[in-house]
């Protein structure tokens, strides 16, 4: 049996006010874009998160038992949910209940924590798990980091966090020679399970799906699920990992994205070796291929598939090393509205909107960038955090001087 | 040019600001080859600068001015005088005496004609009959603008305002009031009705308002409600009261503040700015630099304060304009210019509005000028970063530089001011 395992993330970061200037310091301690991140989670969840849960609530009543999905929804995602439209959380609830779609734990913050301080990588996570059992009545088993970040180290923390099966991309620089389409375990693990993303599958529906120039558009189910079916007898796990903004979002409505995944699990069940599993299947179906070294952090993002979407530029470097290290100092306060502001300010979005590789990813940064440029978006980043930083010491003051 | 100017006090009679301001206006005018009559309430007695016609209102004869006022009125025939009257567009001579024996100013003036042989009373203070006296000084104005010897009207504050739009009606000319403080600025929100109404009065009368900084303006438009396109920002050359608490705003960091404003080009020098700044932040924990303003150099600015790993101490603010512009300043308390070739350079002027002390480039043209600034070679960073401990650490230093910076400029500065009201007149009289 060959399996398809979709994973959807799905994430809405809390969007900094584009005009938090240097007046605003010692002045003003709202940060958040409060209109914009509304409006932007409602057209989002119009577009694209009731829909395509609607759509995928049908076919999950079409093929009982059969089609299967799983996501991970960050926490400050399910925070704007609960603020701005319930109704979202209500139709993932409805998914959680048919049992046939897995929540997925990650940081609760979406953020870089692993990378900078493992104490509160943990804390995150632990946040994440607790929203999903609230939400979704399930305990995440599989773990997936930021934006796919990972190494062997990210696959032994998570290991130790009790997690049994971890999700990577599937890079060259990962892989070597090797197909993405099997289980695999990383190096020095005995119970972890390594699923590997299948960009190439991923990435046709993710980023190609309504591409004129590419030589496969239109991209129909048929086509699609005979690419699938040609797999059978090299591969036993096909990992499509996506956002799950591709629905009606990033490819809109009119290109007929919603019409190809209607009709793919039927293509794809045509084939009767070929069937859908959620994650923390895998390891009950397969056994690991073999081990893999990851030494070097990979992740998702851009051709690199590497960090430098988030970090390696001095705007990127300074501003992620200067948050972190109020870590103590934020946390000594025990006052959880800073920290909770704090932990917002390290969601890794605001490091994404500094980039300045401006090169082939730069339309997709650009796409998703709130910002006139990284540079209007560093110096709001360092207002709010100079702010914060104030607020923190004025507060430790007072309470000396109390 | 010439401009019939309304004012309170003048020196060597000075009790507020505003006689300051008048004085330093009024030079600079003539500076710029405005002819100028500048009319008060009374000389009392004191000696004043050649050089300036002053009018004092006390002094005018006003049964004299009237007799001549009906002769001329009776001499032409009444479209040469239509365009005068703004109320009542087609007054004839016996229009006019009839206005004069029922309109409530006249029916006071015709009193006062006959009680003090034709002069009225002014003291020039701000004691407890001082809207009476507004209201005559009104009457003066009505007066005196029948003289008809002028291009344009200047009124300073609401003191002056009803005389200026007086002198308006009776001349047909136009009016520039000019706002030194509102209402707001000197009561808070418990503003006297009664004046809040004269400004209000004026304001909408004067065919262009100036105000002294993009703070009054605001406030013109907020709370008189004036449209902002009439309001022109002329900064007095110097003003006490530029600190923060005129702009009701409060320091926002702890530290001490250091300033660029300009430009981000290679002309500025802003590299020089940042490596100093870099060079202070690692001995001194207690201060925080701003660099104003954008340019072609800005983002490699931003990235090189990031690689100095400074975001804690260093901001920048892009391009500011109008009340932002005077509220950097007023937070500040150093200024730097590291110009590498600077003509001459305004902005070092701007900085001492606000009595902020200032470093110059030896190689900018106001180094000239303001010869008790302290000034460095702009490639010297290691000086401008001992300069600038200096005086952040040393505020008695800081405060004398200041002061003496200003002495340095106060023509100058006038000067400027004077043209920058020149040039509304202009555009006033062109439409």
Same mark, same amino acid.
């Given at each position: 049996?060959?399996?398809?395992?979709?994973?959807?993330?799905?994430?809405?970061?809390?969007?900094?006010?584009?005009?938090?200037?240097?007046?605003?310091?010692?002045?003003?301690?709202?940060?958040?874009?409060?209109?914009?991140?509304?409006?932007?989670?409602?057209?989002?969840?119009?577009?694209?998160?009731?829909?395509?849960?609607?759509?995928?609530?049908?076919?999950?009543?079409?093929?009982?038992?059969?089609?299967?999905?799983?996501?991970?929804?960050?926490?400050?995602?399910?925070?704007?949910?609960?603020?701005?439209?319930?109704?979202?959380?209500?139709?993932?609830?409805?998914?959680?209940?048919?049992?046939?779609?897995?929540?997925?734990?990650?940081?609760?913050?979406?953020?870089?924590?692993?990378?900078?301080?493992?104490?509160?990588?943990?804390?995150?996570?632990?946040?994440?798990?607790?929203?999903?059992?609230?939400?979704?009545?399930?305990?995440?088993?599989?773990?997936?980091?930021?934006?796919?970040?990972?190494?062997?180290?990210?696959?032994?923390?998570?290991?130790?966090?009790?997690?049994?099966?971890?999700?990577?991309?599937?890079?060259?620089?990962?892989?070597?020679?090797?197909?993405?389409?099997?289980?695999?375990?990383?190096?020095?693990?005995?119970?972890?399970?390594?699923?590997?993303?299948?960009?190439?599958?991923?990435?046709?529906?993710?980023?190609?799906?309504?591409?004129?120039?590419?030589?496969?558009?239109?991209?129909?189910?048929?086509?699609?699920?005979?690419?699938?079916?040609?797999? *059978?007898?090299?591969?036993?796990?096909?990992?499509?990992?996506?956002?799950?903004?591709?629905?009606?979002?990033?490819?809109?409505?009119?290109?007929?994205?919603?019409?190809?995944?209607?009709?793919?699990?039927?293509?794809?069940?045509?084939?009767?070796?070929?069937?859908?599993?959620?994650?923390?299947? *895998?390891?009950?179906?397969?056994?690991?291929?073999?081990?893999?070294?990851?030494?070097?952090?990979?992740?998702?993002?851009?051709?690199?598939?590497?960090?430098?979407?988030?970090?390696?530029?001095?705007?990127?470097?300074?501003?992620?090393?200067?948050?972190?290290?109020?870590?103590?100092?934020?946390?000594?306060?025990?006052?959880?509205?800073?920290?909770?502001?704090?932990?917002?300010?390290?969601?890794?979005?605001?490091?994404?909107?500094?980039?300045?590789?401006?090169?082939?990813?730069?339309?997709?940064?650009?796409?998703?960038?709130?910002?006139?440029?990284?540079?209007? *978006?560093?110096?709001?980043?360092?207002?709010?955090?100079?702010?914060?930083?104030?607020?923190?010491?004025?507060?430790?003051?007072?309470?000396?001087?109390? | 040019?010439?401009?019939?100017?309304?004012?309170?006090?003048?020196?060597?009679?000075?009790?507020?600001?505003?006689?300051?301001?008048?004085?330093?206006?009024?030079?600079?005018?003539?500076?710029?080859?405005?002819?100028?009559?500048?009319?008060?309430?009374?000389?009392?007695?004191?000696?004043?600068?050649?050089?300036?016609?002053?009018?004092?209102?006390?002094?005018?004869?006003?049964?004299?001015?009237?007799?001549?006022?009906?002769?001329?009125?009776?001499?032409?025939?009444?479209?040469?005088?239509?365009?005068?009257?703004?109320?009542?567009?087609?007054?004839?001579?016996?229009?006019?005496?009839?206005?004069?024996?029922?309109?409530?100013?006249?029916?006071?003036?015709?009193?006062?004609?006959?009680?003090?042989?034709?002069?009225?009373?002014?003291?020039?203070?701000?004691?407890?009959?001082?809207?009476?006296?507004?209201?005559?000084?009104?009457?003066?104005?009505?007066?005196?603008?029948?003289?008809?010897?002028?291009?344009?009207?200047?009124?300073?504050?609401?003191?002056?305002?009803?005389?200026?739009?007086?002198?308006?009606?009776?001349?047909?000319?136009?009016?520039?009031?000019?706002?030194?403080?509102?209402?707001?600025?000197?009561?808070?929100?418990?503003?006297?009705?009664?004046?809040?109404?004269?400004?209000?009065?004026?304001?909408?009368?004067?065919?262009?308002?100036?105000?002294?900084?993009?703070?009054?303006?605001?406030?013109?438009?907020?709370?008189?409600?004036?449209?902002?396109?009439?309001?022109?920002?002329?900064?007095?050359?110097?003003?006490?009261?530029?600190?923060?608490?005129?702009?009701?705003?409060?320091?926002?960091?702890?530290?001490?503040?250091?300033?660029?404003?300009?430009?981000?080009?290679?002309?500025?020098?802003?590299?020089?700015?940042?490596?100093?700044?870099?060079?202070?932040?690692?001995?001194?924990?207690?201060?925080?630099?701003?660099?104003?303003?954008?340019?072609?150099?800005?983002?490699?600015?931003?990235?090189?304060?990031?690689?100095?790993?400074?975001?804690?101490?260093?901001?920048?603010?892009?391009?500011?304009?109008?009340?932002?512009?005077?509220?950097?300043?007023?937070?500040?308390?150093?200024?730097?210019?590291?110009?590498?070739?600077?003509?001459?350079?305004?902005?070092?002027?701007?900085?001492?509005?606000?009595?902020?002390?200032?470093?110059?480039?030896?190689?900018?043209?106001?180094?000239?000028?303001?010869?008790?600034?302290?000034?460095?070679?702009?490639?010297?960073?290691?000086?401008?970063?001992?300069?600038?401990?200096?005086?952040?650490?040393?505020?008695?230093?800081?405060n004398e530089v200041a002061e003496k910076c200003k002495e340095d400029m106060s023509n100058i500065g006038w000067d400027n001011a004077g043209l920058r009201i020149k040039n509304v007149y202009e555009s006033v009289l062109k439409n």
């Open positions: 049996m060959v399996s398809l395992i979709f994973y959807f993330q799905v994430h809405q970061p809390f969007r900094l006010r584009k005009n938090y200037s240097f007046f605003d310091i010692g002045n003003n301690h709202f940060y958040e874009d409060e209109e914009a991140n509304r409006a932007i989670l409602n057209k989002v969840a119009d577009k694209c998160y009731i829909p395509t849960n609607l759509m995928l609530l049908d076919l999950i009543k079409q093929y009982p038992g059969k089609f299967k999905v799983s996501f991970s929804i960050s926490g400050v995602a399910i925070e704007q949910f609960e603020k701005y439209n319930p109704y979202v959380l209500e139709t993932f609830q409805m998914l959680a209940e048919t049992g046939q779609v897995e929540f997925i734990a990650e940081t609760y913050y979406h953020s870089l924590s692993f990378i900078f301080s493992k104490e509160e990588f943990k804390a995150q996570v632990e946040m994440q798990k607790q929203k999903v059992e609230q939400y979704f009545k399930q305990t995440p088993t599989t773990f997936r980091n930021t934006e796919l970040i990972y190494n062997n180290d990210v696959a032994h923390f998570a290991e130790q966090l009790g997690f049994n099966t971890i999700l990577a991309e599937g890079a060259n620089q990962v892989l070597g020679w090797r197909s993405p389409n099997f289980l695999y375990q990383p190096v020095g693990s005995y119970k972890m399970n390594l699923l590997l993303k299948n960009f190439k599958l991923s990435d046709d529906i993710a980023f190609r799906f309504s591409n004129r120039a590419w030589e496969d558009y239109p991209l129909t189910a048929e086509k699609y699920a005979s690419w699938i079916h040609s797999i *059978a007898g090299s591969g036993e796990v096909i990992n499509l990992f996506m956002d799950y903004e591709t629905f009606g979002e990033h490819q809109w409505e009119d290109t007929g994205i919603f019409n190809f995944m209607r009709a793919l699990p039927g293509e794809i069940l045509k084939h009767p070796d070929f069937q859908f599993l959620m994650p923390k299947e *895998a390891a009950l179906n397969y056994t690991p291929l073999s081990q893999i070294d990851t030494p070097f952090f990979v992740s998702w993002a851009d051709l690199e598939r590497d960090l430098t979407a988030w970090l390696g530029n001095s705007l990127q470097d300074s501003s992620i090393e200067k948050v972190y290290e109020i870590e103590e100092m934020v946390k000594a306060t025990k006052d959880p509205d800073l920290i909770h502001t704090w932990r917002k300010l390290l969601t890794s979005d605001h490091f994404y909107y500094m980039c300045t590789k401006w090169f082939s990813d730069g339309d997709v940064h650009k796409y998703f960038n709130p910002y006139e440029s990284p540079y209007d *978006a560093f110096i709001i980043f360092t207002n709010v955090l100079n702010d914060l930083i104030q607020t923190i010491k004025n507060k430790s003051k007072n309470k000396l001087s109390a | 040019m010439k401009v019939l100017m309304f004012g309170w006090e003048f020196p060597p009679f000075i009790s507020g600001g505003l006689g300051t301001a008048s004085y330093g206006i009024a030079k600079g005018l003539i500076h710029n080859d405005v002819d100028l009559t500048f009319v008060m309430p009374t000389r009392r007695g004191l000696k004043f600068e050649s050089g300036i016609n002053i009018i004092a209102a006390d002094e005018v004869h006003t049964i004299e001015r009237f007799n001549k006022i009906i002769t001329t009125l009776k001499k032409y025939d009444t479209s040469t005088i239509t365009k005068s009257f703004t109320i009542a567009p087609y007054f004839t001579s016996e229009d006019y005496m009839e206005y004069f024996n029922t309109h409530h100013d006249m029916i006071e003036l015709k009193k006062v004609l006959q009680s003090q042989k034709g002069l009225l009373h002014f003291t020039g203070n701000y004691g407890k009959n001082l809207l009476d006296e507004v209201y005559r000084y009104g009457i003066i104005g009505e007066i005196i603008g029948f003289g008809n010897d002028f291009d344009i009207i200047h009124a300073h504050d609401w003191l002056t305002f009803h005389a200026g739009v007086a002198a308006k009606r009776s001349s047909g000319k136009q009016l520039v009031v000019h706002v030194h403080a509102t209402e707001f600025d000197r009561s808070g929100e418990n503003v006297n009705q009664q004046v809040y109404d004269i400004e209000r009065f004026g304001m909408e009368n004067a065919d262009k308002i100036i105000a002294v900084s993009y703070f009054t303006k605001n406030i013109i438009t907020s709370r008189y409600g004036i449209h902002p396109d009439k309001v022109e920002v002329v900064h007095n050359a110097v003003d006490k009261n530029r600190r923060l608490d005129a702009y009701g705003i409060k320091k926002n960091v702890d530290e001490k503040i250091v300033l660029f404003l300009g430009r981000i080009t290679m002309q500025k020098g802003p590299d020089y700015f940042m490596e100093a700044a870099h060079r202070v932040y690692k001995k001194y924990k207690n201060v925080r630099f701003v660099m104003a303003g954008s340019g072609d150099m800005l983002p490699r600015m931003i990235t090189r304060m990031a690689s100095l790993r400074m975001i804690d101490r260093f901001h920048f603010t892009g391009f500011l304009k109008g009340i932002d512009v005077e509220r950097m300043y007023a937070l500040s308390d150093l200024y730097v210019m590291p110009s590498v070739s600077e003509p001459f350079g305004i902005a070092p002027f701007e900085a001492l509005l606000y009595d902020v002390p200032i470093i110059i480039s030896r190689q900018s043209g106001v180094a000239e000028v303001l010869k008790n600034a302290i000034k460095v070679d702009f490639w010297d960073i290691n000086k401008l970063s001992e300069m600038i401990l200096m005086l952040i650490e040393n505020d008695k230093v800081a």
